[in-house]
């Protein structure tokens, strides 16, 4: 079993920037690859992020390419979501999610674990 936890959202006018944190804790992390999804009010829930278990492989969604990176501490068991130029299209609830094996993936079905979510709001 493993529990995620999110953190770092809040309230951010257009352009500004956020750093969003996921703590993992019961399982050894470096064997888990993690994905961001993020859901807006009345919308489907929709990936993010992924990140490979060693961090070798990352992959977005073509809507923050360019202005989010996602990296990973596994000394720290924390995987990381920085998001910059943020736009009021980016407010969302944002999720964490990991699965037991090497690559990340974009289904939701996909992985085993969810955090509950951090608010993202965007100001324009």
């Known amino acids: 079993q493993v529990q995620l936890v999110e953190s770092g959202g809040g309230l951010v006018q257009a352009g500004g920037s956020l750093r969003l944190s996921c703590v993992a804790s019961?399982?050894?992390?470096?064997?888990?690859?993690m994905g961001w999804f993020r859901q807006a009010p009345g919308k489907e829930r929709e990936f993010v992020a992924g990140?490979?278990?060693?961090?070798?492989?990352?992959s977005y969604t073509d809507s923050v390419k360019g202005r989010s990176t996602i990296s990973r501490d596994n000394t720290k068991n924390t995987v990381f979501l920085q998001m910059n130029s943020l736009k009021p299209e980016d407010t969302a609830v944002y999720y964490c999610?990991?699965?037991?094996?090497?690559?990340?993936?974009?289904?939701?079905?996909?992985?085993?674990?969810w955090g509950q979510g951090t608010q993202v709001t965007v100001s324009s």
């Open positions: 019961g399982r050894p992390f470096s064997s888990y690859a």
């Open positions: 999610a990991a699965k037991r094996t090497v690559i990340a993936a974009s289904r939701l079905s996909f992985y085993d674990y």
């Open positions: 990140i490979s278990w060693n961090a070798g492989s990352t």
